[in-house]
C-alpha cells in the first residue's frame, strides 16, 4: 500500500489538506484485490521455492556434508521463511482493510447472481433449442429408415 508525498521534497508544508490526504491515503477495494491475488501468487511462488530446496537437500546419511553448503542451503532456507512470513501478514492487512472497506454494503443473495431458467428470454431460447433437437432426432429416424432399406435391397440382390 502507499502513502502519500509527505511535506519535503519539493512540496510547500500544508500541499495537501485534510480531505485530500486522507482520500489519497483511501485505496481502492479492486486495487486491494490485485494486490491480494499478487501477493497471493508471490506466497505460491516462494512455497514452490522452499520445497523446490528441501527436495535438493540431502539427508546426512553419515555422508561427509559441507558445513559452508549446509550453512548456505539453511540460510536460503530462513530468508524464504522469513519473506513467506512478511508476505501472510501483508495478505492479512489487505484482507482486512478489503473487509473494512466492504463493511457497509449490503450482501447480495446469491440467489439472486443465479441467472433462472423461468426467465422469459431463456422460456423462448429453450423452445427452439428443443424444437431444433426434435427436428435433428426426426431427421436421423428418417436416415436410419432409408439406411435399413438400402441395406435389404443390397442384401436381396446378392
Known sequence: MSTPPLAGAG????????????????VNTASLCRIGQETVQDIVFRTMEIFQLLRNMQLPNGVTYHT????????????????????FRKLRLVYDKCNENCAGLDPVPIEQLIPYVEEDGSKHDDRGATSQLRFATEERKEIM??????????????
Open 68 to 87: 559452508g553448503t549446509y550453512q548456505d542451503r539453511l540460510g536460503k532456507l530462513q530468508e524464504h521463511l522469513r519473506q513467506l512470513s512478511i508476505l
Open 145 to 158: 429408415e432409408v439406411n435399413k432399406v438400402t441395406k435389404l435391397k443390397l442384401t436381396c440382390l446378392k
Open 11 to 26: 512540496m510547500p508544508p500544508g500541499a495537501f489538506s485534510g480531505t485530500q490526504a486522507q482520500a489519497a491515503r483511501e
